[in-house]
């Protein structure tokens, strides 16, 4: 009996277990071949990356921020046939969903803030980390914070989600913010 439900398991969510090239289910893939190339990067194994956010940085090196907590800098992800090697940059952050790159600094978004962080020593680890804007509330783990790449004046702009749909019991939830180089935060729209 136990063999029979985990087939009927297997069967159901089996093809959940890895991904779908989906170009060629829709018959689609001749034509986004023009434009994109879909290339399978390989992660360590044992870790799950859970990639919420990319930089590309300069020399073709990769920053990806994860929603578990990491920054990391990915080596080799751009050759012809990557094997790429990792390396965590910056740990401690809550769900790290925009993440952009200026002069030798991040900014990340992450649910409570925007944080400006650098490796003030070279050592290849963030040493500085800096509270940009936190002047929003938070409540619930499904209240994410997105944010963009820096606009052309230096701004990052913060989609606040909600977690009960229509209403927040947290200030912006549910607006766009625009928090400045300098840190100040500006309610948009909602």
């Not at 087939?7 to 018959?27: K, Q, V």
């Not at 992450?110 to 509330?137: K, M, Y």
């Amino acid at each position: 009996m136990r063999i029979l439900w985990a087939l009927l398991l297997l069967s159901i969510f089996g093809n959940a277990t890895y991904a779908e090239p989906l170009g060629e289910y829709w018959g689609t893939a001749e034509e986004e071949s023009k434009y994109y190339k879909i290339v399978e990067i390989p992660f360590p194994k044992g870790m799950a990356m859970e990639v919420g956010s990319f930089e590309v940085l300069p020399k073709n090196r990769l920053a990806v921020g994860t929603r578990r907590r990491d920054i990391y800098f990915v080596d080799g992800a751009f050759d012809k046939n990557p094997r790429p090697t990792y390396h965590r940059f910056a740990s401690g952050f809550d769900e790290v969903f925009g993440l952009s790159y200026k002069e030798g600094k991040f900014y990340v978004t992450q649910q409570t803030e925007v944080t400006r962080i650098s490796d003030q020593d070279g050592d290849g680890r963030a040493d500085n980390f800096e509270t940009l804007s936190d002047r929003w509330g938070f409540n619930n783990y499904h209240e994410f914070a997105f944010g963009s790449k820096l606009d052309p004046e230096g701004n990052t702009w913060v989609a606040l989600c909600l977690s009960k749909s229509y209403q927040s019991d947290e200030p912006f939830r549910g607006w766009c913010v625009k928090v400045t180089r300098d840190g100040k935060t500006i309610p948009v729209c909602s």
